[in-house]
């Protein structure tokens, strides 16, 4: 999956509950915000810190999931897989406890990179307007949501990293990623 990121801007990590789908997608996440890329990273690497989106079903979900993933648990920020070193300042989210906006993230180019926590039941006109490095999106997300998150990275040649497990059976975004509907021999799914 993360070799891949090197010829594909769009990635799908398909795997049934508790496989580890979300680990891998705040792993590759955390590598571009910091620049700290492991010796064995055969995937793509940004050598400048970056604008990225880590997106769930709701605000609580996406703070339960993705954003304890990253950060840690609310009253131990900096024990997720984002070094605690490495982390600035995390901004509140108003109106959901614990919960983050944004927090920046000191990258090894010596610049810092954001990363916004959102949520697909913002709905799709939340995910306008800006370029991102990448966008981290972490269970199935409504088309409309998908379209418009893609353009974002389209100026920056950006990434989109999707990891979930087919809840929804076989939707339109899940068969884009599947090669005449077919799970493809070696189980890794890129966008044709």
């Not at 996406?62 to 901004?91: H, N, V």
Request: proline share 6%.
């Amino acid at each position: 999956f993360f070799q891949m990121g090197l010829n594909h801007r769009e990635r799908l990590f398909l795997g049934g509950n508790r496989t580890g789908k979300t680990v891998v997608g705040g792993f590759e996440t955390t590598l571009h915000l910091t620049g700290r890329y492991p010796d064995w990273w055969e995937g793509r690497r940004f050598s400048e810190p970056g604008d990225w989106w880590a997106a769930g079903d709701t605000r609580q979900t996406t703070r339960d999931i993705q954003q304890k993933e990253l950060l840690g648990p609310p009253d131990a920020i900096g024990t997720g897989l984002i070094p605690e070193d490495a982390i600035i300042k995390p901004r509140p989210m108003s109106g959901v406890p614990d919960a983050f906006e944004t927090v920046t993230v000191r990258h090894v180019s010596g610049g810092v990179s954001t990363l916004g926590f959102k949520s697909y039941d913002q709905g799709r006109k939340s995910f306008q307007g800006t370029a991102k490095q990448g966008i981290w999106l972490d269970e199935e997300c409504p088309m409309e949501v998908y379209v418009e998150a893609l353009m974002r990275t389209m100026t920056t040649g950006g990434l989109m990293l999707l990891t979930f497990t087919p809840l929804n059976g076989l939707t339109q975004l899940v068969l884009d990623f599947l090669p005449k509907g077919n799970m493809p021999e070696s189980g890794l799914l890129e966008a044709a």
